[in-house]
């Protein structure tokens, strides 16, 4: 009896063991935003910040607390945060601007395209609580329009972050680069794992490759990404090797990586917590239509609008989970010619 208890604890304490490794770090994208934006300002004494009335919510509180001068609140009123946002860039201001993506990009197009994007202002436009992830808010503040409707302004670079280490990465290249950028962050904590690749570097116009394969390519973009490796590590199981990118710049994107995908894997599938019209899918598929014709199937919102619920919840109805990517991948790979 003694020794059968022994062997009951001890099998306790191996699967608590295996829990442990199993546990995923996780990080707010706005977060990272927030501690970055303080780091830059010590570095970069130009470099101011704005936001329209939701600076807790965006985290740019945290750059205020620092340096309260250096702050303005413009209040609900997006359009005008844009237009003071570019007036500010013209005395030489590296000007950040913040809100929700759904108002940063929907209240504030024409302000964006007119003047910040035409006049190749100086105004980065890095906007929270993108995609279903937004999650009880409802479908009026989950931007799943912002990608396209940004991409589709010239000038303009559209950039989306797998995690809170690329984040960091990304505002601190923007902060450095001349010209406007839009950067799309998410509400809810999320997996960390950039940060474990050595050789991760974030390259504006290129894909960072997380696991090579010839049995098909996944292009992903922002924190569904973490999905897509997951169901990379289960496909690897069944004797499935699948490429795997990680697609944080949208806009320029990385045709050559694309190109060189769709000739050797033969089909591909797109993820991203962003309504497949217009979205990564959208700019993946124009790549291979004129380079390089093959199967793509893009998983995403399909052209509907999101609605309340938990994001766990909101991404198993869209489909946006490890298990359903394997099973894109294993029709892709069953169809492709």
Known sequence: MVRLLMKMSIKKQQKKLRGIKKMIRMASSRDAYGDKLIELGYKIPNLIVMDADLSSSTKTIKF???????????GVAESNLMLFAAGASLTNKIVFVSSFAMFATGRAWEMIRNTIAHDRLNVKIVASHSGVAVGEDGYSHQATEDIAIIRAIPEMKVFS??????VQKIIEYIAYKPGPFYVRLSRENSPLFLDTYDDYEFQEGKFFQLSDGNDATIFSTGTVTYFALEAVEELKKIGINVRLFNASSIK????????KSARETGCILTVEDHNIIGGLGSAVSEVVSENCPVLVKRLGIPDVFGTSGKPKELFKLFGLTTDNIIENIKYLIKNKK
């Open 64 to 74: 205020k607390s620092e340096f309260p001068d250096r702050h303005f609140n413009l």
């Open 161 to 166: 972050p797998a995690d809170a280490f690329e």
């Open 252 to 259: 320029p994107i990385d045709k050559d990586s694309i190109i």
